[in-house]
């Protein structure tokens, strides 16, 4: 059983920045793909970034420019770096890892304030 285990959520303000990190329970594999999703209260589960075995990065529009995304292939870790945080950014962020089937961690509450 693999699991997703995220962590550094938060309340910020707006500006400010957060480090969102996600670690795979499991090692001796490599996700092929791992990202982040994340869901405000009443919108839709929205696709934030992912990134490739090989280091491919892909950004929604909203968050280019401001957040990055980045991974351990070693510890089966993915990282997002948000900066210029902006009340929008508020959401529960959600990893991902590809391997055959997609996993999901049980996600982690960014609070932006203005």
């Known amino acids: 059983q693999v699991q997703l285990v995220e962590s550094g959520g938060g309340s910020v303000q707006a500006g400010g920045s957060l480090r969102l ?15 982040w999703y994340r869901q405000a209260p009443g919108k839709e589960r929205e ?12 950004y929604a ?23 210029s945080l902006k009340p929008e950014d508020t959401a529960n962020y959600y990893c991902i890892g590809t391997f055959g089937r997609q996993y999901w961690g049980q996600g982690t509450q960014v609070t932006v304030s203005s």
């Open 21 to 35: 990190s996600c670690v795979s329970s499991r090692l001796g594999f490599s996700f092929n793909l791992m990202g």
């Open 47 to 58: 696709l934030v970034a992912t990134i490739t075995s090989g280091g491919n990065a892909n």
């Open 61 to 83: 529009d909203s968050v280019k420019g401001r957040f990055t995304i980045s991974r351990d292939n070693a510890k089966n870790a993915v990282y997002l770096q948000m900066n």
